[in-house]
């Protein structure tokens, strides 16, 4: 059973067990919501997302781009690798460092999961 974590976005096809997903267990979602491609999973339940936003330079009148890097919780249920554009939610602190969940996968592909 897909639990409504109430944000628009296609469920996941597979299920688990974990509870810190938030379709299939209890972590519940709130504030932001960022995208952003992922740079690195290598790690077994989290990613690297790395956005990238423009920065006005008040003296040039004009914008800079930026970089940051946000570390995710990746659910096992998400199938994710890197290079795939993803959404990620903010909900309570996992870590020392993560914050952040991995909620939909917009593959290079076209296909979604």
């Known amino acids: 059973m897909v639990r409504n974590i109430g944000v628009s976005v296609i469920s996941p096809r597979k299920t688990c067990e974990d ?3 938030p ?3 209890t972590l519940s979602v ?3 919501l960022l995208t ?3 740079s690195s ?3 077994p339940k989290m990613v690297v997302v790395s956005r990238e936003y423009p920065r006005p330079t008040p ?3 004009r914008f800079q781009r930026s970089r940051s ?3 995710a919780y990746l659910p096992p249920c998400v199938d994710v690798k890197e290079g795939d554009e993803v959404r990620i939610a903010e909900c309570r602190p996992l870590s020392k460092t993560v914050s952040f969940v991995v909620i939909e996968v917009n593959n290079k592909d076209g296909d979604r999961s």
Do not use: N, Q, S, Y
Request: some cysteine; aromatic content about 10%; charged content about 35%.
């Open 69 to 71: 890097k946000v570390h």
């Open 23 to 25: 379709f299939h267990g």
């Open 36 to 38: 952003g491609i992922v």
């Open 19 to 21: 509870e810190l997903c």
């Open 30 to 32: 709130r504030g932001k």
């Open 41 to 43: 999973a290598k790690a």
């Open 59 to 61: 003296k040039f009148k």
